[in-house]
């Protein structure tokens, strides 16, 4: 079986695990400063299994919000795996249940791994060894933060200041495609202004209406009549 | 957070993940939806990042993390690999509190 995945393709899938197994690491630390068990944490890691929804979760918490508002913008920043969803499934298997399966494996990751290939057969190849490596490493990192991150003082140790770095890490590789940067502009904004007079989570529900501005810039580049449209 | 939420969530989550591959085997969406369906993720991380620099309960804050996201800026700037990024910004605010 092993030799249908050419060496390539396992070498970059381990090294992207590798990557978001090191990420791992930090969100096991955050989780339980946070106030999650370890086992908790680990249990995120296992069967939430998308990063920015689970930093979302404890660093809401971390903050000192409700868990419902926690949970709302975990939801929010899971929205795009919707639409990761519908990218992978012409390169999943037919059998239903190896799909609902794979389909826990849908991330940006592996997404993007799949798209970058020629044929459909190489795609969900890919698609299955940069998510088996990333689900193997993540839930290791994962265990190996929670287990340690006990013992530290988050505040004395900038912990705190690790959320918006991890936040804005993740918010930059996206920032390439058209209309992101004023869909972020207006959601920063929005949530900054809402911040003092609305309950904690509404800032960042209502920021997600920030999509609205990306549609702006799209309308705007057909008005001047330049050709500003996303590759195909 | 309680169990039941937790798990919750977690379904919500793969719930989402699974829609396409099993709803619409092979159909896509119409690509302006897809499009603002993949881009929500922008504008919430951007609201994330804005809260967690200068959000403290429900007031606004100026202290070690704003120097602690300008270091962070850079280091993602400079293509820094992601763990890198987050211990620099932990390691600035950890040397501003030392300082202070």
Redesign the interface.
Same mark, same amino acid.
């Given at each position: 079986m092993s030799d249908a995945f050419p060496r390539r393709l396992l070498q970059q899938a381990f090294v992207i695990g590798l990557?978001t197994g090191?990420?791992g690491?930090?969100f096991g630390v955050l989780s339980v400063t946070a106030g999650?068990s370890v086992l908790?944490t680990c249990?995120?890691s296992l069967?939430?299994?998308?990063g920015?929804?689970q930093f979302?979760?404890v /660093?809401v918490?971390a /903050? /000192?919000g409700a868990?419902?508002a926690?949970?709302g913008?975990? &939801?929010?920043?899971? *929205?795009?795996?919707?639409?990761?969803?519908?990218? *992978?499934?012409?390169v #999943?298997p037919r059998s239903?249940l190896r799909?609902?399966l &794979?389909?826990?494996l849908?991330l940006d990751e592996t997404v993007a791994m799949a798209r970058a290939q020629a044929d459909t057969e190489t795609a969900g190849r890919a698609f299955l060894a940069t998510g088996v490596a990333i689900y193997l490493l993540w839930n290791a990192g994962t265990a190996l933060g929670a287990l340690a991150g006990g013992a530290l003082d988050p505040?004395?140790? /900038?912990?705190?200041?690790?959320?918006?770095?991890?936040?804005?890490? &993740? &918010?930059?590789p996206?920032?390439r495609?058209p209309? *992101?940067s004023r869909?972020?502009?207006?959601?920063?904004v #929005?949530?900054?202004a809402l911040?003092?007079i609305t309950p904690?989570g509404v800032?960042?529900l209502a920021?997600?209406?920030?999509?609205l501005?990306?549609?702006t810039a799209r309308a705007e580049a057909a008005g001047a009549g330049h050709d500003a449209a996303?590759p195909a | =957070?309680?169990?039941p939420?937790?798990?919750?969530?977690?379904a919500?989550?793969?719930a =989402?993940?699974?829609?396409?591959? $099993?709803l619409?085997? +092979?159909?896509?969406?119409p690509p302006p939806v897809?499009?603002?369906?993949? $881009?929500?993720?922008?504008?919430?991380?951007?609201? =994330?990042?804005?809260? +967690?620099?200068?959000?403290?309960?429900?007031?606004?804050v100026l202290d070690?993390?704003l120097a602690?996201?300008a270091v962070?800026?850079l280091l993602?700037w400079k293509r820094a690999?992601? $763990?890198a990024?987050?211990?620099?910004?932990?390691?600035?605010?950890?040397?501003?509190? $030392?300082v202070a």
């Open positions: 990557a090191a990420y690491v930090s999650l908790q249990v995120l069967l939430m299994f998308t920015a929804s979302a979760v /660093g918490l /903050g /000192g868990p419902a926690a949970a913008n975990a &939801l929010l920043l899971g *929205a795009r795996n919707i639409a990761y969803g519908f990218v *992978a499934a012409p #999943l239903r799909r609902a &794979l389909a826990h849908v505040i004395r140790l /900038g912990l705190d200041a690790m959320f918006p770095a991890a936040f804005l890490a &993740l &918010l930059v996206q920032l495609r209309g *992101a869909a972020a502009v207006a959601g920063a #929005l949530a900054l911040l003092p904690a800032p960042v920021a997600s209406l920030g999509v501005a990306a549609l996303e | =957070m309680s169990w939420l937790l798990l919750a969530l977690c919500g989550c793969y =989402m993940k699974a829609a396409g591959p $099993l619409l085997a +092979q159909r896509r969406l897809e499009r603002l369906v993949g $881009l929500v993720a922008v504008p919430v991380l951007a609201a =994330m990042v804005a809260l +967690q620099t200068v959000g403290r309960g429900r007031s606004l070690a993390r602690a996201l962070a800026a993602v690999p992601f $763990l990024v987050v211990l620099g910004a932990a390691a600035t605010a950890a040397l501003l509190r $030392l």
